[in-house]
């Protein structure tokens, strides 16, 4: 290549790069080009956690190293949970967290679970177990509804 070639490929690039600078300041929704992207982790509420099928939740469900956590309210876990699950109520956690604390560090997997697919708590729940220190942390969205859809057995 020559000199003159280099130099022509060089312009055409740096004509590309004006034009398209240009082009972006002028524009009604520029790109934000000169910013800095947020790091998500380390914005607030911005935790996402793993989510685990019936048939995983089936399988861990007799694994001592495994525990599962209903975020369900007491009665509802009176009237039906799934077997082997401890109960967590979300509403109750700041109670009832001291006394479950050490069983659930025991623990090398945490599946959290609560009604169904439109229920939040196990979200929430998983969040505030997260801020207490807790990283190995799955949540089963379909819950008690899709557990029993299945026709898997429920403790009482």
């Known amino acids: 290549m020559s000199k003159k070639n280099i130099l022509q490929i060089f312009i055409v690039m740096l004509a590309s790069l004006v034009f398209g600078l240009g082009s972006n300041f002028l524009s009604r929704t520029p790109l934000p080009l000169f910013t800095p992207f947020e790091n998500t982790a380390m914005v607030e509420g911005q935790?996402?956690?793993?989510?685990?099928?019936?048939?995983?939740?089936?399988?861990?469900?007799?694994?001592?190293?495994?525990?599962?956590i209903d975020a369900r309210f007491p009665e509802l876990f009176a009237q039906g949970h799934i077997p082997g699950a401890i109960s967590l109520p979300l509403s109750r956690f700041?109670?009832?967290?001291?006394?479950?604390?050490?069983?659930?560090?025991?623990?090398?997997?945490?599946?959290?679970?609560?009604?169904?697919?439109?229920?939040?708590?196990?979200?929430?729940?998983?969040?505030?177990?997260?801020?207490?220190?807790?990283?190995?942390?799955?949540?089963?969205?379909?819950?008690?509804?899709?557990?029993?859809?299945?026709?898997?057995?429920?403790?009482?």
Not at 101 to 114: G, H, N, T
Request: glycine share 8%; charged share 30%; net charge negative.
């Open 47 to 68: 935790v996402h956690f793993a989510e685990v099928d019936v048939d995983f939740v089936r399988q861990l469900g007799a694994d001592p190293g495994a525990v599962l």
């Open 94 to 156: 700041d109670e009832d967290f001291a006394s479950l604390q050490e069983q659930l560090r025991a623990a090398r997997l945490r599946i959290v679970y609560c009604s169904g697919w439109t229920c939040n708590d196990s979200i929430d729940l998983a969040r505030r177990l997260h801020d207490k220190g807790f990283k190995d942390l799955l949540l089963y969205r379909g819950g008690m509804e899709d557990w029993q859809e299945k026709g898997n057995a429920v403790a009482r």
